[in-house]
């Protein structure tokens, strides 16, 4: 016992080393080392094979995969063309009167065309009627108005001043009057200044063409909105139309756009630096495609808003990005009759999308060089 006493660590160690290797026989005993061991030496040795002698491989499979390869591109390139011809369709370049009996593009712009022939103050005039044209009373659908002028009331006062012996009621009874008869036969107010012309005034010299570009731009985003807002007007009076009943009459009250405040719109497809991209899409300008910003105030019922925006974006390559809604100020009621239905100021911005492959050839130089290669690439 003295012995163990004195060479207790050794025997405790020794105890140790005998147990567990008595462990360890008993597991190896018992488990499946010599499968697993079989396994993956035939592994190692399938692999080797594999190395040594290439798979055969199958001729059909690999021909139909190039098939369906080539049908994606094939498919590919006609929804190219297809969202080209889109674009295109529905976005018309300014065509300048050369002759008589002829027009011609106005881009690309050969500058010394241009003055030879002046064709920049024909640019400028063709502008500005198609800019007119947008919202006049001539476009089909659109039944623009505007409300009373005050001598227009007062008009209407006197002719009323013997029905109405109180001078107070008399006017405001002409008010109510002239304000109910300018919304008839007419869909939407438009303020005088609601459109952004790019040219304000005559131009008398020539500009650079990176100008008559962002003018192009300018009419074409005009349109795009002045269009949604005929085509929203368009199917909310077709939906209030009974079967079989006599037309409706157009009215301000009946429309769901009820009037235009302002539109406008950032021409410059290539921003400046540092300039902040949309929150929302983060699209710049790239080979792709260009962006094109903008915005358009209208006053409206707030149940047409999702309209409106479906309308504008089926109707091209719009986005809307942005929508802010604030009360009609008690001014505007003084003047406008918008029906009994209450009405919103609705701000909306969105961003139209120009196709690169479309527009590339039609761009001055120092625009073009921002959208580098052909689509895709």
Aim: proline share 6%; hydrophobic share 40%.
């Amino acid at each position: 016992m003295r012995f163990v006493r004195e060479n207790l660590f050794y025997v405790i160690l020794a105890a140790v080393v005998v147990i567990g290797s008595g462990v360890a026989i008993f597991y190896y005993i018992g488990s499946d080392i010599g499968n697993s061991l079989d396994r993956r030496q035939k592994l190692s040795r399938d692999l080797k094979r594999l190395a040594k002698h290439k798979p055969k491989v199958n001729n059909d499979a690999v021909e139909d995969m190039k098939a369906r390869i080539e049908r994606l591109k094939q498919a590919n390139d006609g929804d190219l063309q297809a969202c080209l011809k889109f674009n295109r369709e529905y976005l018309p370049i300014i065509r300048l009167k050369v002759s008589e009996a002829s027009s011609e593009p106005a881009f690309p712009v050969d500058a010394a065309k241009y003055s030879a022939e002046g064709l920049y103050l024909r640019f400028f005039e063709e502008y500005t009627r198609q800019i007119d044209l947008a919202i006049s009373p001539r476009r089909q659908g659109l039944l623009p108005t505007v409300p009373p002028t005050l001598q227009e009331v007062e008009d209407e006062r006197v002719k009323l001043a013997e029905k109405y012996t109180d001078s107070i009621e008399a006017s405001q009874k002409a008010a109510q009057s002239v304000k109910l008869s300018k919304t008839e036969n007419s869909l939407i107010y438009i303020d005088p200044g609601a459109l952004d012309r790019y040219f304000p005034q005559r131009q008398s010299r020539a500009v650079p063409d990176v100008k008559l570009w962002e003018a192009q731009v300018n009419l074409w985003v005009t349109n795009e909105i002045i269009q949604a807002i005929i085509t929203t007007n368009q199917q909310w009076l077709a939906e209030q139309q009974s079967p079989g009943a006599p037309a409706i009459v157009p009215s301000v009250p009946r429309s769901a756009i009820k009037r235009l405040i302002k539109i406008l719109v950032t021409e410059t497809i290539v921003p400046a630096a540092g300039t902040a991209v949309s929150s929302m899409t983060q699209r710049d300008t790239c080979g792709q495609y260009a962006v094109v910003p903008y915005m358009f105030t209208v006053i409206m019922p707030t149940r047409h808003v999702r309209r409106l925006s479906r309308v504008l974006e089926t109707q091209n390559y719009h986005t809307v990005t942005d929508l802010n809604m604030t009360k009609v100020g008690p001014t505007d009621k003084a003047m406008f009759y918008y029906g009994v239905e209450p009405v919103m100021e609705v701000e909306i911005k969105g961003e139209l999308l120009l196709l690169a492959d479309w527009i590339r050839p039609l761009l001055p130089t120092r625009l073009a060089v921002h959208m580098p290669g052909a689509s895709g690439k």
